[in-house]
C-alpha cells in the first residue's frame, strides 16, 4: 500500500477503504509518512470531504493510535461530557459535582486553553495544589471512591491525533466537519467512558459560528457515537456572547461557586441543568429529563453538589478551603469599571473579541508556550438585552498590568453593541441531537 495511491483516491473524490485510513493514521503516527503527503490528504479530505463510513473509521484508527482508557474496574455507567469551546464556559466544574453527587461516575479528560477559549485545568489550577497528573490506577480508585475525577490528557492518549491536529492547524485544514468531529470523537472514545454528551456552540464566540454548521457538526459526531456502541446526545447552544459573567481563571471558579450555592448566572446554572439532565438519563437514574432535571435541582438547593465539589478538589490535592472562602484565591492588582459612553439596551457582545481581551490580559495563552495570570480577567456587568445608563458600568477589567487594563477598557467598549431598543430574541439552546 503506497501513500501516493491514497492520496490520488481522495483528491479524486473516491471513498477510502478502512485498511488505507488505519494505513495512513499508523504510519503516519510512528512517523514513516512525511507531513507534505499527510498535509496533502487533509487537503483532499477538506475539499472531496469523507462519508459517516470513512469518518467513523478514522475516529477509531485515531483512538487505537495511543492508550485506550480501561474504566471497566469503575462501577456504573460512566458519563463524560465535551464542549466545543467558548467564552466564559465552566460548565465542567458546575455540571462535574452536580452529577456526580448523584452517584454517577463522571471521568473526564481534559486540557489547558488556547487562544480565547478557557481550559478547565487551568480553571481547576486556581485551587492551590490542585493536580491532573496521575495514574490511570489513581483515576480509577478517584472516580470509584468519589464519582468524579479530572485528568489531564496523557500524550499517548489518541497521539494521533495529537499530530494529526498540529498540522492541519498549519495547514488551513482544520474547518472540515469530518476532521473536527473525528478529532473530538477519538480522545472521548480513548478516555474510556460508555456515554458522551456535546455541548456544541454555535454563534461569533464559538469555533461553529452557523447554526446550521453546529447541527452538521453535531450530527456528525453523534453518528460517531452510535458507530463505536457510545450513547452520544449532543446539545447546540448559544455562544453568540460570553457564557455568564465572568471570563477568566479564578472569576470562572468564582462563578462556578455561586452557581453551586444557588447565586449564579442564569444562563449557566440553566445549561448544566441541560447537559446534566441527559447525562442522567443515559447513566440510568431517571426515567425523563424532568425527572433528572428536578434531581440535579435538588443537589443545589440540598447542598450536596457543593460538599462533592470540596471533595473531588481535596481529592486532587487542592484546598477546598477556597470554596468557603474565595477571598482566598489569588486577586489581580486593578478592578477597573468599563463605563458606558452612551445609554441604551445591549443588542451585541461581540464574544470572541472579548474572550480575546482576556487573552491578552493573560488569561488566555496565544501560544501553547504562554504562562496564564489565573487572577485576571473580565467580569461582565450588562448583557445582551439589559439596559443601560450613559456611565454606568457595563464590565469590570481585572488586571496587573495598568498599560493592558486600559487598552482592555477601550476594546471591551468598542465590542459593546448598545442601541435605542432590543427586538431579537436568541435562544439559550438551539436543539438536541439524539
Known amino acids: 500500500m503506497r501513500m501516493y495511491d491514497i492520496i490520488l483516491k481522495k483528491r479524486n473524490g473516491k471513498e477510502l477503504t478502512t485498511e488505507e485510513i488505519n494505513f495512513f493514521i499508523e504510519n503516519y503516527t510512528k512517523g514513516n509518512i512525511p507531513d507534505y503527503q499527510a498535509s496533502a490528504l487533509t487537503m483532499a479530505i477538506y475539499f472531496q470531504k469523507m462519508n459517516k463510513r470513512e469518518t467513523a473509521d478514522l475516529t477509531m484508527a485515531m483512538a487505537n493510535s495511543g492508550d485506550i482508557l480501561n474504566l471497566d474496574s469503575i462501577e456504573g455507567i460512566k458519563v463524560d461530557k465535551h464542549s466545543t469551546g467558548g467564552v466564559g464556559d465552566t ?14 461516575p463522571v471521568a473526564k479528560m481534559s486540557g ?176 425523563n429529563i424532568e425527572e433528572a432535571r428536578a434531581m440535579l435541582i435538588h443537589t443545589v438547593e440540598s447542598g450536596s453538589a457543593l460538599l462533592k465539589l470540596k471533595e473531588f478538589v481535596a481529592a486532587q490535592g487542592g484546598n477546598p478551603s477556597y470554596i468557603d472562602n474565595p477571598e482566598k484565591f489569588s486577586k489581580a492588582q486593578y478592578i477597573i469599571p468599563v463605563n458606558s459612553n452612551k445609554e441604551g439596551f445591549i443588542t451585541k457582545i461581540h464574544a470572541e473579541k472579548v474572550g480575546i481581551v482576556a487573552m491578552e490580559l493573560g488569561a488566555g495563552r496565544a501560544t501553547k508556550e504562554d504562562i496564564i495570570d ?61
Open 91 to 104: 460548565t465542567t466544574l458546575v455540571l462535574g459535582p452536580m452529577v456526580a453527587s448523584l452517584g454517577i
Open 112 to 287: 489547558r486553553g488556547l487562544g480565547h477559549t478557557g481550559g478547565t485545568i487551568d480553571k481547576l489550577e486556581s485551587f492551590k495544589g490542585f493536580s491532573v497528573e496521575m495514574s490511570e490506577e489513581k483515576f480509577v480508585e478517584n472516580v470509584n471512591k468519589i464519582k468524579l475525577v479530572v485528568g489531564g490528557q496523557t500524550g499517548n492518549l489518541a497521539p494521533a491525533d495529537k499530530k494529526l491536529y498540529a498540522l492541519r492547524d498549519v495547514t488551513a485544514t482544520v474547518d472540515n466537519v469530518s476532521l473536527i468531529a473525528s478529532s473530538i470523537m477519538s480522545k472521548k472514545i480513548a478516555a474510556g467512558a460508555d456515554c458522551i454528551v456535546l455541548d456544541v456552540k454555535v454563534g461569533e464566540g464559538a469555533f461553529m459560528k452557523s447554526k446550521e454548521a453546529a447541527f452538521e457538526l453535531a450530527e456528525e459526531m453523534v453518528e460517531i457515537g452510535k458507530k463505536v456502541n457510545r450513547n452520544t446526545v449532543a446539545i447546540i447552544s448559544d455562544m453568540d456572547q460570553p457564557l455568564g459573567f465572568g471570563i477568566g481563571n479564578v472569576l470562572e471558579v468564582k462563578e462556578a461557586i455561586d452557581t453551586l450555592k444557588g447565586k449564579g448566572p442564569k444562563d449557566l446554572y440553566e445549561l448544566c441543568l441541560t447537559l446534566g439532565s441527559h447525562m442522567v438519563v443515559l447513566a440510568g437514574k431517571a426515567k
Open 374 to 434: 489565573l487572577s485576571v480577567g473580565i467580569v461582565l456587568n450588562k448583557k445582551r438585552g439589559d439596559k443601560v445608563l450613559k456611565g454606568e458600568p457595563i464590565a469590570y477589567v481585572h488586571a496587573n498590568n495598568m498599560e493592558k487594563a486600559e487598552k482592555a477598557v477601550k476594546d471591551i467598549l468598542n465590542n459593546y453593541v448598545i442601541a435605542d431598543e432590543y427586538k431579537e430574541t436568541i435562544p439559550l439552546i438551539y436543539g438536541i441531537v439524539k
